[in-house]
């Protein structure tokens, strides 16, 4: 299967070309397959585009911009949709591809069950690096409901770090203020 990244190469809009930029990095950075189509450039690839968004997928105006994605026929969806799988670490699956082998979706199911408890109290008893990583998705969490969806990856990296640090050291972060 072959993911399909519909693109507009002359397109005037900045943020455009930045989410478009951004969606075929990341499929570069983890080598997934994938072709570009450009619509700017042809009007067949610009006309499938279009007829292929879902209707609800599309906006007011009918006219869905780049980047759209594809599985083949399939709809995947924008930039806003990708984003979010991104975000939630569920590409492989809103891409509909199988994640890599040794990727955390290949998990076994068995595995998660007792496995994964019996880790948790060894963590606890004497790996501070462990209970760290646990702390993550809420810290993760907890800085996406502050900054939303858009911020720069930078601040949000060190904000993450600066908090971790703070949590392994058994501060509490719970009413921590944050100033830039």
């Known amino acids: 299967m072959v993911i399909k990244v519909f693109v507009a190469t002359s397109s005037g809009s900045i943020a455009i070309r930045k989410k478009q930029q951004e969606v075929v990095g ?3 950075a983890n ?3 994938f072709k570009e189509f450009d619509i700017a450039g042809d009007e067949d690839n610009r006309k499938w585009m279009r007829e292929n968004v879902p209707g609800e997928k599309k906006p007011q105006n009918g006219i869905p911009l780049p980047p759209q994605i594809f599985n083949e026929e399939q709809y995947c969806g924008d930039f806003d949709s990708f984003f979010s799988a991104k975000e939630e670490n569920i ?3 809103f891409l ?3 994640p890599p082998p040794g990727s955390k979706g290949t998990e076994k199911a068995e595995e998660s069950g007792e496995h994964e408890a019996q880790e948790e109290g060894d963590e606890d008893a004497g790996d501070p690096a462990g209970s ?3 702390d993550v998705p809420e810290l993760l969490s907890v800085l996406m409901i502050c900054f939303g969806k858009t911020f720069r990856f930078d601040v949000f990296s060190c904000l993450l770090s600066v908090l971790i640090n703070k949590a392994s050291c058994g ?3 719970e009413n921590e203020t944050l100033s830039p």
Do not use: N, P, R, V
């Open 31 to 33: 080598k997934i397959d």
């Open 26 to 28: 990341f499929l570069e």
């Open 96 to 98: 509909g591809l199988a």
């Open 132 to 134: 760290q990583e646990k």
């Open 91 to 93: 590409i492989y699956s």
């Open 171 to 173: 501060h509490s972060i």
